[in-house]
């Protein structure tokens, strides 16, 4: 089973609509992370979260917030989603302080028309 | 802030041969350096990675070398194999950072049969 899961795989919308991409992890990791990968730059890290109280920007922030609902849930949303936010979309978790390592969903194909 | 450049972008070689991907890093204060392997349809997986205080860590056909000075590092693959055909990214990082990691642009390997 996989340790962290992501919903849903595929999207399409229409700009100017308000969409939830969903993770949920059974690591028991503390640490969340949401990326999105473009083709030739690799993964850009949008937000992340060290525990349900603490959000954080990331390099790309805009036009995206997110919630920590709990330990195990990380959610990321776009609201009023435009075309060049589509994308692939990851959510990663780890354990924390020292333990860096990075586990990735399997990722949720966001195509915005 | 932490910059990763990786090359090249894409790298074909015959089944059997070696493949060498070379990434380098700007932020000298980074200390962990993972490299992660993308298969077509999946996210990021953790393949191997390295702590500044070690030159070289080894794990079957894969290893990866450090260069602090320089501030380069490579994944070498050796007696490579077609389920080695994948998108592989390398990646930095410093524990003052946070658990942020800055990944490269991304290396598309082929293995020809």
Redesign the interface.
């Given at each position: 089973d996989a340790d962290?899961t992501q919903t849903p795989r595929n999207r399409i919308t229409k700009t100017g609509k308000r969409i939830m991409l969903e993770c949920s992890q059974t690591k028991g990791h503390d640490?969340m992370y949401w990326y999105r990968q473009d083709p030739?730059?690799?993964?850009?890290?949008i937000y992340?979260s060290?525990d349900v109280k603490d959000i954080n920007k990331?390099?790309i922030s805009d036009g995206y917030s997110v919630s920590r609902q709990a330990q195990a849930k990380f959610s990321l949303s776009l609201e009023s989603a435009i075309p060049n936010q589509t994308a692939l979309y990851?959510c990663?978790t780890?354990a924390?302080?020292?333990v860096?390592?990075?586990?990735?969903?399997?990722?949720t194909r966001l195509t915005v028309t | 802030?932490e910059n990763?450049e990786?090359h090249p972008?894409t790298l074909s070689v015959q089944e059997g041969d070696s493949a060498v991907i070379k990434c380098t890093y700007s932020d000298s204060a980074s200390n962990?350096f993972?490299w992660?392997k993308q298969e077509l349809?999946?996210?990021?997986?953790?393949i191997i990675?390295i702590r500044s205080n070690v030159g070289e860590k080894k794990d079957q056909r894969i290893a990866v070398t450090l260069n602090k000075t320089a501030k380069h590092f490579s994944l070498h693959i050796t007696e490579t194999q077609p389920e080695d055909s994948a998108v592989y990214?390398c990646a930095a990082?410093s524990?003052s950072s946070?658990?942020?990691?800055i990944?490269?642009?991304?290396t598309r390997l082929s293995i020809r049969p």
């Amino acid at each position: 089973d996989a340790d962290v899961t992501q919903t849903p795989r595929n999207r399409i919308t229409k700009t100017g609509k308000r969409i939830m991409l969903e993770c949920s992890q059974t690591k028991g990791h503390d640490r969340m992370y949401w990326y999105r990968q473009d083709p030739g730059l690799g993964l850009r890290l949008i937000y992340y979260s060290f525990d349900v109280k603490d959000i954080n920007k990331g390099e790309i922030s805009d036009g995206y917030s997110v919630s920590r609902q709990a330990q195990a849930k990380f959610s990321l949303s776009l609201e009023s989603a435009i075309p060049n936010q589509t994308a692939l979309y990851f959510c990663a978790t780890s354990a924390g302080t020292g333990v860096p390592e990075q586990y990735f969903g399997p990722g949720t194909r966001l195509t915005v028309t | 802030g932490e910059n990763v450049e990786q090359h090249p972008s894409t790298l074909s070689v015959q089944e059997g041969d070696s493949a060498v991907i070379k990434c380098t890093y700007s932020d000298s204060a980074s200390n962990y350096f993972p490299w992660y392997k993308q298969e077509l349809g999946k996210g990021p997986q953790l393949i191997i990675d390295i702590r500044s205080n070690v030159g070289e860590k080894k794990d079957q056909r894969i290893a990866v070398t450090l260069n602090k000075t320089a501030k380069h590092f490579s994944l070498h693959i050796t007696e490579t194999q077609p389920e080695d055909s994948a998108v592989y990214f390398c990646a930095a990082s410093s524990y003052s950072s946070a658990s942020k990691i800055i990944f490269g642009s991304g290396t598309r390997l082929s293995i020809r049969p």
